[in-house]
């Protein structure tokens, strides 16, 4: 099974919703443990990688894109 490809400031989709009722969360801190902060309410939580991987659907908005897309040039 291919490991799923996320990573910092992404947006990601949830299996279950948080409890203000968004599904939406950021990545805030990666490592062993990750760090997801709800889009709604701005509550963050440290979740084992292991278990985040297992509860995450898929990513809503990449900062990958964000990055690859920006085609200022500064002289």
Known sequence: MERKQFQLGD???MK???P???SE???????MDIR???VGCKHSV???RAK????MRKVLRS???KVEGNTDVIE
Not at 25 to 31: D, Q, S, T
Not at 52 to 55: A, G, L, V
């Open 11 to 13: 947006i990601v989709q």
């Open 16 to 18: 279950k919703n948080h």
């Open 20 to 22: 203000c009722g968004s």
């Open 25 to 31: 969360m950021e990545i805030i801190r990666m490592g």
């Open 36 to 38: 997801i902060k709800c």
């Open 46 to 48: 440290l979740v084992p």
């Open 52 to 55: 985040f991987e297992k509860n």
């Open 63 to 65: 900062t990958a894109s």
